[in-house]
């Protein structure tokens, strides 16, 4: 399988922002979709954005209007921009790649292994 690497996660207090990036360890020429999970302690899974290969963004509601994905083609690179932050938003944040057509989330995609994103005082 194809290893994403997610960078910029960290602790920032309530209101701060941060910027999640994430880059495949190589190149990729089938994309169908991609997007950002998050897993916080004592919880499953849940996928907070997602970005068609058409360039259509959702969002799941605990973070709309706060967050934005968006991807840079030429540089093989997404990103989740993150602001408002809150402390429910504390979790390790995943970027993942649908790469086969079996849809977003699929253990055959592609996936990193996380970054830490601490939302404290």
């Known amino acids: 399988q194809v290893q994403l690497v997610e960078s910029g996660g960290g602790l920032v207090q309530p209101g701060g922002s941060l910027t999640l990036s994430c880059v495949p360890s190589?190149?990729?020429?089938?994309?169908?979709?991609m997007g950002w999970y998050r897993q916080a302690p004592g919880k499953q899974r849940e996928l907070v954005a997602l970005?068609?290969?058409?360039?259509?963004?959702n969002y799941a509601d605990p973070v709309k209007g706060r967050f934005t994905i968006s991807r840079d083609i030429d540089k093989n690179t997404m990103f989740l921009q993150m602001n408002s932050l809150k402390p429910e938003d504390t979790a390790v944040y995943y970027c993942?790649?649908?790469?086969?057509?079996?849809?977003?989330?699929?253990?055959?995609?592609?996936w990193g292994q996380g970054t830490q994103v601490t939302v404290s005082t």
């Open positions: 190589r190149s990729i020429t089938s994309i169908y979709a």
């Open positions: 993942n790649a649908d790469t086969e057509g079996y849809g977003l989330g699929s253990e055959s995609g592609a």
């Open positions: 970005i068609s290969n058409a360039g259509t963004a």
